[in-house]
């Protein structure tokens, strides 16, 4: 959290006529990026539209909030939006795209912004909810009253909406945990729809098994993250920490697939969802790039501009990687292929257990 001092008031005299919901609302440029619950304060971010486009992540590894957040009272957002006399209507134009980590999020995420979309990638405030929202799931003492919390999560939906150009659809791509909030978005948001992007168990695998990195990252996320999910099995059944890396992030990838297959499973939401497989779509990816922007903007017809076409060329034709190769579905057969070699065993042993694991979660999801 920055210094209490370097941070700045929004620049006005009047600082409540300066922050009227109106003009908030006037375009994302204004960024909520988090909330100093110590300091009772709601940081905010300048930014442009070309941060938003080149930004990957807009939690605590994002550039733009150094030396340049603004504080606004607390109480004064949730009063904002949350006002029984002058409602919001509930943001028609805010989607997401959900997946199971590691598994193309960001390559599809730019590639939906490059055909119009406004992306949000990774906002730390939805990560601390998040931690909210399955702290209360868990039935764990809640860090906020069950009403701060509700119109927080109000004000973030209707700040996180706001288009840059009229019609612009906006997608937000969180982090991988966040599906857990898949269905009570949807449920609070009647006109959003969501991505659930995946990829095969030992896909997943070899990508997570080929970088150090990404194990550590796993261990994490599971202890941090899953240990209160409502899969009460994996409580009874197994100790994280004495699992092997393949188990572990066969675990993972179970834990993620679980809450996509209880939000397909509710029929509340089910038509507002479209599943993807991350390979399948490498296999022919501007179609299906043009298919999804389709689904977010619920313009059927939608048909690329010239522009647009370069821009989505662009897009995939560089690996963040490997600069200036193209990230297509055989570059990627070439990175997995020696993880899938160098660690078949821990592959097999994860597979299993994921398999057997989501065997089980199938038939018994919770709707939550």
């Keep these: 959290m920055p210094d209490a001092d370097a941070i700045k008031g929004f620049p006005s005299t009047d600082p409540v006529a300066a922050t009227t919901r109106n003009e908030l609302m006037d375009g994302p440029a204004r960024y909520l990026y988090s909330i100093d619950f110590k300091q009772r304060l709601a940081l905010f971010a300048e930014m442009t539209e070309a941060h938003y486009v080149e930004t990957t992540f807009m939690d605590k590894r994002l550039k733009a909030v150094d030396n340049n957040l603004h504080g606004l009272p607390l109480d004064l957002l949730l009063r904002l939006f949350n006002d029984p006399g002058a409602p919001l209507p509930k943001p028609a134009n805010l989607h997401f795209m959900m997946h199971v980590s590691h598994c193309g999020s960001t390559l599809l995420s730019r590639a939906i912004q490059a055909l119009g979309a406004h992306c949000l990638r990774e906002p730390l405030l939805l990560k601390d909810l998040c931690l909210i929202s399955r702290a209360k799931a868990a039935g764990k003492p809640n860090p ?38 898949t269905t009570e978005l949807l449920q609070r948001l009647p006109a959003s729809r969501a991505i659930l ?57 179970a834990c993620n697939k679980g809450w996509m297959l209880s939000a397909l499973a509710n029929s509340e939401i089910s038509d507002r969802l479209i599943a993807v497989d991350f390979d399948r779509f490498l296999e022919n990816p501007k179609p299906h790039a043009v298919e999804l922007m389709r689904f977010v903007s619920g313009r059927s017809n939608f048909t690329p501009s010239n522009n647009h076409a370069r821009a989505l060329d662009s897009v995939l034709g560089r690996n963040a990687k490997q600069g200036g190769v193209a990230y297509d579905a055989n570059t990627r057969d070439d990175d997995l292929a020696d993880s899938a070699r ?27």
């Design 197 to 253: 992007l995946d990829v095969q168990p030992k896909r997943f695998l070899a990508t997570i098994l080929r970088r150090e990195g990404s194990i550590s990252e796993v261990n994490s996320a599971l202890l941090r993250w899953h240990a209160h999910d409502p899969w009460l099995l994996f409580r009874e059944r197994f100790e994280i920490e004495q699992l092997s890396p393949g188990e572990k992030a066969g675990l993972l990838y």
């Design 342 to 368: 160098t660690h078949r065993q821990e592959i097999d042993r994860g597979a299993a257990l994921a398999s057997q694991l989501l065997m089980q979660i199938s038939t018994a999801t919770p709707q939550g």
């Design 144 to 181: 906020l009253p069950e009403q701060t919390y509700a119109h927080l999560l109000s004000a973030f939906e209707h700040l996180a909406a706001r288009p840059w150009h009229a019609g612009q659809p906006t997608v937000i791509k969180p982090s991988s945990y966040v599906v857990s909030m």
